[in-house]
Each structure stands twice: as structure tokens, then as C-alpha cells.
T-cell receptor, first 113, second 116 residues
């Protein structure tokens, strides 16, 4: 079992739809949870960052973390064509050897006008 | 505020050669991490540097090594290049507070390395 699994997509939705992106993980030591958006030929861009279970909202984006189920989600409301990109979940923990970061494989999203 | 910058943007090498990639961290950040991203995959954590020392490492062999300088910029060195090393190499910086790392990472646009 991979440490972080993510719905692979690709996912196509019409403009204005609500998008749900999901990741599961196996390591209960993960403390911080992130969502990044990556456009073609660019580096990942941070969208959301949280370290506790529950919901965090920022504009059209809502991040949800359920540590008991080892499950995180990103919801995008009123999706726009400019949201078309690859979405990466990421998580991190710190141990005696330092920090360790793990990314999911990404979900490719297309929002059709 | 200056973001994370990486150089060069593209590089072509042959098997067995050595390569050095460079990264300037975002202003105010003191920690740099390096990632390898193969086509269609998520970034794979190589290592992180804080206070010029390695502060965490992923599952990469010793021929991947790094440096961090007093101005927090960093280099990634890869020796004995293999075909599978062809990938996008990403640098990310963050602020480590020393107690709990409660600051997220910000990425550069990467160096695309091709091995022939």
C-alpha cells in the first residue's frame, strides 16, 4: 500500500460545478496536510494548509481533514476554466531524523466552459 | 517579496555525468527542500536542509547530495547520472521555527533534467 493515495482522474466537469478531490493515507504520524495546484510546466502552488481535523475555508476552496479515517479532501465551488490543473495532496511529519514530506500522485482536473 | 528561483530551467546530460542544480529560497525562509517529479507523478521528497545541515531525507541513494549556504540558498548535486534521473527537479523553501514547523513550503518552477 502506498503511503498516500489519490484519486487519479482525470476529472472533467462543467464550469460552475462543485469539485471534490480526495486523498487517503496510511501513516498516522502525518501532522500537516496541504493541497497544491500545479499548472503545466510550473511548480506546485500552495492552495490550502492545515494541521488539524475539520474544515478550513478560503474563498472558493474548502479543505477537509479527518485524521481518524486518514482521509483528506479539497472542495472547489463554482469551478472555473482557470482551475484546470493538476491537484496534489501532500502531508508531512517530523521525526528524529528530521522532516519528511509525501505527495500524492495528483488528480488532473479539466473545467469545461 | 521574492519567490523561489531555480537555475537552470532546462539541462541535458549524458549517463555517468554529474550535475549541479541551484535554488534561491524565498526571502524570509531558512529551510530548503528538494524534490524529484517524474512525468505524470507527484513530487518525491529527496531531502531538506536547515542551518546548512540535512534535516530529513527521502528514499534516494547517496549519489544525490546537497548543500545549503549561509544565505539559505541551496544546491542539489547528482553524481553518476542514470537514465531514470530524467525528471523535473523542484526546490521548495519554508520558515522553520525550531519548535514546530507550522509554515508551509513554497515551490520554484523547477529544473527539467534530461539524461541521454
Amino acid at each position: 500500500q502506498k503511503e498516500v493515495e489519490q484519486d487519479p482522474g482525470p476529472l472533467s466537469v462543467p464550469e460552475g460545478a462543485i469539485v471534490s478531490l480526495n486523498c487517503t493515507y496510511s501513516n498516522s504520524a502525518f501532522q500537516y496536510f496541504m493541497w497544491y495546484r500545479q499548472y503545466s510546466r510550473k511548480g506546485p502552488e500552495l492552495l490550502m494548509y492545515t494541521y488539524s481535523s475539520g474544515n478550513k475555508e478560503d474563498g472558493r476552496f474548502t479543505a477537509q481533514v479527518d485524521k481518524s479515517s486518514k482521509y483528506i479532501s479539497l472542495f472547489i465551488r463554482d469551478s472555473q476554466p482557470s482551475d484546470s490543473a493538476t491537484y496534489l495532496c501532500a502531508m508531512s511529519h517530523t521525526d528524529n531524523y528530521g522532516q519528511n514530506f509525501v505527495f500524492g500522485p495528483g488528480t488532473r482536473l479539466s473545467v469545461l466552459p | 517579496e521574492t519567490g523561489v528561483t531555480q537555475s537552470p530551467t532546462h539541462l541535458i546530460k549524458t549517463r555517468g555525468q554529474q550535475v549541479t542544480l541551484r535554488c534561491s529560497s524565498q526571502s524570509g525562509h531558512n529551510t530548503v527542500s528538494w524534490y524529484q517529479q517524474a512525468l505524470g507523478q507527484g513530487p518525491q521528497f529527496i531531502f531538506q536542509y536547515y542551518r546548512e545541515e540535512e534535516n530529513g531525507r527521502g528514499n534516494f541513494p547517496p549519489r544525490f547530495s546537497g548543500l545549503q549556504f549561509p544565505n539559505y540558498s541551496s544546491e542539489l548535486n547528482v553524481n553518476a547520472l542514470e537514465l531514470d534521473d530524467s525528471a523535473l527537479y523542484l526546490c521548495a523553501s519554508s520558515l522553520w521555527t525550531g519548535l514546530v514547523n507550522n509554515q508551509p513550503q513554497h515551490f520554484g518552477d523547477g529544473t527539467r533534467l534530461s539524461i541521454l
